[in-house]
């Protein structure tokens, strides 16, 4: 059921009460009820809003008020005032009938303000309105029933004009199209209340997120806003206590942003695994998670396995391994084949010994077939040399970070074009 409201418009220090009909769009005893409440309410906010005197002008077919301020009305209303003796309603010669459901209604009497204050005891002693009342024709044509919601539906979209919480999120940048897919995600948003989105959504603004990055969050995450605001101040209260800077926890959340949904106990349970696995001080161990920050809430089995790898097939000494995953965090969560094939390559083909490896840690997060490809190239030319104590040898971090431009140019001294026609050799 929609509620119709309508703006009263000033006319100097008066103000203009409509007193059209109404129409029938109250068909069942609970839409009823719910009218008769807000009958209720219309007439209590006149008795405190009117002062002086309320004159009807049949031309205009509205009530002229004398008031300072701004009311909001329905778009019809109904006072009926009573003799103060008998109770009795009088009738509409005298001017004690104000009913709005009577067409062309013809007042023009003058009521003074104590007389038509109707109390709310008079308004439940008025008859109800029936539910199988007949309406002209032309009452029905001015019905205007907002589109029914679906009870069921596939999409989201079917909800964002009637959803004050969906239609904040769509403007954030939230993509719904893939929330909708996810289990209990769409119901969940259709009964969650627009205060308790903004109360979360102001907390993430105090950490410095912006709205353009709230949309992908929440796209990620949208479970973020189940959690109590609460809750969510305690684990940055324990990140900060952690010596995270506030710009640091800001921008952990921004790149993992489950990060916040793990307690206080888990949290400081991963901070302790990798300090204690690594053997890293607290210095150390709070560099690799800002750098990444999706270690405090990912599975920890690929993080074993791939320190087991490094250490017994790729044969890395502790102290090695220590160095490799805070220079480059990301071979802790790197797939386990890529990672094999990418050492075995680089080891075995190109006779990088582990010491040079370890010098140069990159080299086993950049990507297999742009080492291959830059290498075959450099011993093709005559100029694949990476022993730094040899003259023109060329570093492993920048084979595998720099554009092929300048690689072709700094590294290869030659011209793309010729690398290019390499490559459709290979």
Avoid at 115 to 136: M, R, T, Y
Avoid at 171 to 178: C, E
Wanted: net charge positive; with cysteine; aromatic share 6%.
């Amino acid at each position: 059921m929609r509620e119709i409201f309508e703006d009263v418009c000033f006319l100097g220090n008066k103000i203009l009460i409509p007193t059209r009909k109404l129409p029938r769009l109250y068909t069942t005893s609970m839409a009823l009820a719910q009218f008769r409440l807000y009958q209720k309410n219309c007439v209590l906010l006149l008795s405190r809003a009117l002062v002086g005197e309320v004159t009807l002008d049949p031309q205009v077919g509205s009530a002229t008020v004398p008031l300072s301020r701004r009311v909001r009305l329905g778009q019809s209303w109904r006072v009926r005032r009573y003799s103060e003796l008998g109770g009795q309603e009088k009738g509409p010669n005298t001017g004690a009938v104000v009913n709005s459901l009577v067409p062309k209604c013809a007042l023009t009497h003058l009521l003074p303000l104590h007389e038509s204050q109707a109390s709310l005891e008079d308004l439940d002693g008025a008859p109800p309105l029936s539910p199988f009342e007949e309406i002209s024709d032309e009452e029905a044509v001015q019905i205007v029933a907002p589109p029914p919601l679906p009870p069921v539906s596939l999409s989201l979209r079917d909800y964002v004009n009637q959803s004050e919480t969906l239609s904040v999120l769509v403007h954030l940048g939230v993509d719904l199209s893939k929330l909708e897919t996810r289990r209990n995600v769409g119901s969940m948003l259709l009964r969650m209340e627009v205060q308790h989105l903004q109360e979360r959504l102001l907390f993430l603004r105090d950490l410095g997120l912006q709205n353009p990055q709230l949309g992908p969050l929440l796209t990620r995450n949208p479970f973020i806003l189940t959690e109590t605001v609460d809750n969510l101040r305690a684990r940055v209260l324990y990140l900060q206590s952690k010596r995270f800077s506030s710009e640091d926890v800001g921008s952990m959340v921004c790149r993992a942003p489950y990060m916040l949904n793990f307690s206080v106990q888990r949290l400081d349970n991963r901070l302790g695994f990798y300090q204690t696995l690594l053997g890293l001080s607290p210095h150390k161990t709070r560099d690799m998670v800002t750098r990444l920050p999706r270690l405090l809430c990912g599975s920890l089995e690929p993080v074993k396995e791939n320190l087991k790898v490094c250490e017994l097939e790729f044969g890395f000494r502790p102290n090695e391994i220590q160095h490799i995953v805070t220079r480059i965090p990301k071979v802790l969560t790197a797939n386990k084949k890529r990672l094999t094939e990418t050492f075995d390559y680089v080891h075995n083909t190109m006779a990088i010994p582990h010491a040079l490896i370890v010098k140069f840690p990159q080299v086993l997060n950049g990507s297999l077939l742009r080492i291959r490809e830059r290498h075959l190239f450099l011993q093709y030319l005559g100029k694949a040399h990476y022993d730094p104590e040899q003259s023109g040898y060329v570093p492993l971090d920048r084979l595998v970070s720099l554009p092929d431009s300048e690689f072709c140019s700094k590294l290869a001294s030659a011209s793309p074009q010729d690398f290019e026609l390499f490559q459709k050799t290979l």
